[in-house]
């Protein structure tokens, strides 16, 4: 008799848990993909085409670009713009250098209300912390690999 209900229980969770899931469409959700991040790298290449018009070599027009879709995804997410746009787009908003800045964002600004040390100071690198430790240590060993393999002249 307990299987019997234990049956129908997860027979009615099957159910409802396929009643609210979202459905979404992978066509859709690419084109929506590529159209925002196409977006957001055109921004970028207007910013780094303006700095360069303006004079700046290629390497600080870079830095600039970077420094500015950075602030901007920064701001929108406070305004919470930005979770909208990703909510739309998905990876379209996530992969490039504004979702980075997004990910550090957000939990600094969900948990400011716990204060400078406790919220935003412990909470702030909760999501890009571990691509920040992984990044540098992965660059760490592949530039040792280099330094050895320069060192034996293997290249």
Do not use: H
Not at 32 to 55: D, T
Not at 88 to 107: D, E, K, R, Y
Not at 119 to 133: C, D, N, Q, R, Y
């Amino acid at each position: 008799m307990g299987s019997i209900k234990n049956e129908e229980t997860k027979k009615e969770y099957e159910a409802y848990v396929k009643q609210v899931t979202p459905k979404n469409s992978l066509p859709i959700a690419m084109v929506k993909a590529f159209a925002v991040g196409g977006f957001i790298c055109m921004l970028g290449e207007g910013i780094l085409k303006e700095c360069e018009r303006m004079g700046l070599d290629k390497e600080m027009s870079g830095a600039w670009c970077s420094l500015i879709l950075v602030a901007a995804s920064a701001l929108l997410t406070g305004l919470n713009v930005y979770q909208r746009l990703v909510a739309f787009s998905g990876a379209g908003a996530l992969v490039p250098i504004t979702g980075f800045a997004n990910s550090v964002a957000a939990p600094a600004i969900e948990y400011q209300k716990e204060g400078q040390i406790f919220g935003i100071g412990s909470k702030i690198f909760t999501i890009a912390g571990p691509v920040i430790l992984y990044g540098v240590f992965t660059s760490w060993v592949l530039g040792l690999i280099y330094w050895v393999g320069k060192y034996f002249q293997m290249w």
